[in-house]
């Protein structure tokens, strides 16, 4: 009964790993030569165990099997061979299928033995010299795999290494178990003890290949695969537990004895294996409970929603156990993602869940503080843009009995005093035009015919027809123009639609005014006012659209100006 649970087992496991790789791994290198190769397992043991229960009445499907046994090795050796990055993948395998082809044809046309009784067994399998030969191609490509397998972990190093020995070993695991069929063709007249092995070796294999991923299977499937074998061992150690009673005692006498007994075995295991299971699912699946307060705290410090993102993946994955390549959540704004937990338990999805809403809260934190900095500047600037139209009116009047007064020196002086007064008008005339509340009145124009007062090389499609008002956008188009022509190099205006692009091939933009470009005082160009490209947005929210940074292939910079439907 050992044998055929044992070999059942087998079935069963190989079976259902053949299916879990299905489901979480089928698009995977190497997925489905596994997936074949546990099949093989599956049909091998089924085929192993029905002589024990039927005898001589098994023998055509056992004998079958049996030779066909070359094919799922061969399957072994492609999976080797794919796991070892051999450039030889290719051939080896065909070589490997045709050889194995062959001695399976030669199996079923000339028979492989025959089955016998043997040991107490009911039937057993017996080679011929032909089933020898089948067993023997098995074997040789069975030992074809381990050798390159064991070639692989002596030349690799680190994780690939690692990964040659884990399923060297797994693979170790099911030779050893396999030795035990040997026992009734060779005449050893001992329990073929190996064979209770067998079960460990398909949960084992797959275990070997995807924790050390050999095929790049989800965290997810890693880790129910551990839970998988832990809660088996665990299974088998409760088991041996609740047995243990039994095996010391005695079988008891009468079926109310007999009952009794395995009525306490049952509840002996039961209550061994719950705590067991609680250990197995705490290990692969740490606790899940979650301290608020320190969450919070140290999400606070982060200082913008990149560090956010950032701090909170590296405190998640600390958290639950996972690593650096494991699933996540990513910040947006205000808004938080979680990223590769769909297959995840529940109660690990729950617990990310929660870890993601306090995370949000974080990152409403950050932008409030944002938009509360943001409102102070603009406050304070519009403080300070009403302050500079003042005193830009109180200029107008001095600068022009400056300027009249220099009529009587000398030329050079006139011409300095001229310049200057010159800059400080433009300044204050930038300053009224910024501190203005700038009121549109918009009417069609032909932007082609428009455009062609700013001599400067167009892009313009014939008929485009845009809703503006004339005098506010040659305020916006004249200060962008002025400030292109000003870093050297050529300018041109390109319209597409409700966007109308000025772009230049100067030094550029430097990287740290990028994003405050077009805020009050900053300029681009040494001399500027720093004001000219904060009124060409003010403009252009009169009209309903923006300003903004564009790129375009050839030219270093490019100012786009997007109008709204309505303005």
Known sequence: MAYIGALGLTALASSLLAGFVVAKARGLPGAWTLVVFLCGVALWSLAMAAPAMLGAKAASFTLTVIALSPLPAAAFVHLVFAFALCGALRPVAWASYCVAGVAALAGILLGVGRIMPWHGFAGAFAPSLVGWGVLAVAAALSVAGHLRLFQTWRQQSGLHRD???????????????????????LGIEVYPWPVLALPFYSVALVYAVLRHRFMAADIWARRGLVWILLLAGAGGASALIATLPLALAGRPEGFVATWAALAGT?????????????????????????????????LAQAPDERALSELANA??????????????????DEAVTLIGWEDAPTALRHTAARIAALVEEAARRLVSARRIVEAEREARLAELGALAATIAHDLRNPLGIVQMAATGAPPEVRAEIGEQVGRMNALVTDILDYARAWTIAPRPIELASYLAGFGVPLDVPEGLMLNV????????????????????????????????????????????????????????RPGGTGLGLAIVRRIMEAHGGTATLARREGWTTCFRLTFGENP
Do not use: Y
């Not at 990964?163 to 063709?185: D, E, K, R, Y």
């Not at 405190?315 to 947006?332: E, I, K, N, S, T």
């Not at 400030?483 to 390109?494: E, H, P, Q, V, Y």
């Open 315 to 332: 405190m998640l994955r600390q958290h639950l156990g996972l690593g650096a390549d494991g699933p996540g959540l990513a910040v947006v």
């Open 266 to 298: 049952m509840a002996l295991g039961l209550l061994v294996m719950a705590p067991l299971k609680r250990l197995a699912d705490k290990l692969v699946f740490p606790e899940a409970k979650l301290d608020v307060e320190p969450w919070r705290d140290a």
């Open 469 to 524: 008002d004339p005098a506010a956008l040659r305020r916006a188009l004249a200060n962008l123009v002025d400030n292109a022509k000003a870093m050297g190099g050529d300018c041109t205006i390109i319209a597409h639609g409700r966007c109308v692009d000025i772009c230049d091939n100067g030094p550029g933009i430097a990287p740290e005014i990028a994003d405050s470009l077009f805020k009050p005082f900053v300029s681009r």
């Open 163 to 185: 990964q040659a020995g884990a399923v060297f070993v797994s693979s170790g695991i099911g030779l050893l178990a396999l030795t035990g069929f040997a026992f009734p063709a």
